[in-house]
């Protein structure tokens, strides 16, 4: 069975190109996507949700860009296959801390179960 995907987040983050071709926000992205996909987990919708909640992005969104959204202006989103290497650096920050927050909030829900994976 593979390793809850809250519980292999730490490793991407520390070390993303250990996983990734390259470890750019799009890589990284496309990577979770396929973890998730193979291991049947339903965390990115619940996640997708949570983006949503907070309002900061626009509901017919995938969630890479309700990332994106948390640092562009909603209407004007950037393509992320040509982000430049400080554009990477900012919305995998982004995206982890993200991801980090969320987590931690299922966390708090609900503590001593798996509601994270």
């Not at 983006?51 to 209407?75: F, H, Q």
Request: with cysteine; glycine share 4%.
């Amino acid at each position: 069975m593979a390793e809850p995907f809250f519980e292999f987040l730490p490793q991407l983050r520390r070390r993303p190109a250990m996983f990734v071709p390259r470890a750019t926000f799009h890589g990284v992205c496309c990577y979770i996507q396929g973890y998730e996909q193979g291991n049947d987990h339903k965390f990115l919708r619940d996640f997708s949700d949570w983006l949503i909640d907070r309002g900061n992005t626009r509901s017919e969104l995938a969630w890479p860009w309700m990332v994106l959204c948390e640092l562009y202006p909603k209407d004007r989103l950037p393509t992320m296959q040509r982000f430049d290497e400080r554009q990477d650096a900012e919305a995998l920050s982004k995206l982890f801390d993200l991801l980090d927050e969320y987590i931690l909030l299922l966390r708090r829900a609900l503590p001593g179960t798996a509601a994270c994976e």
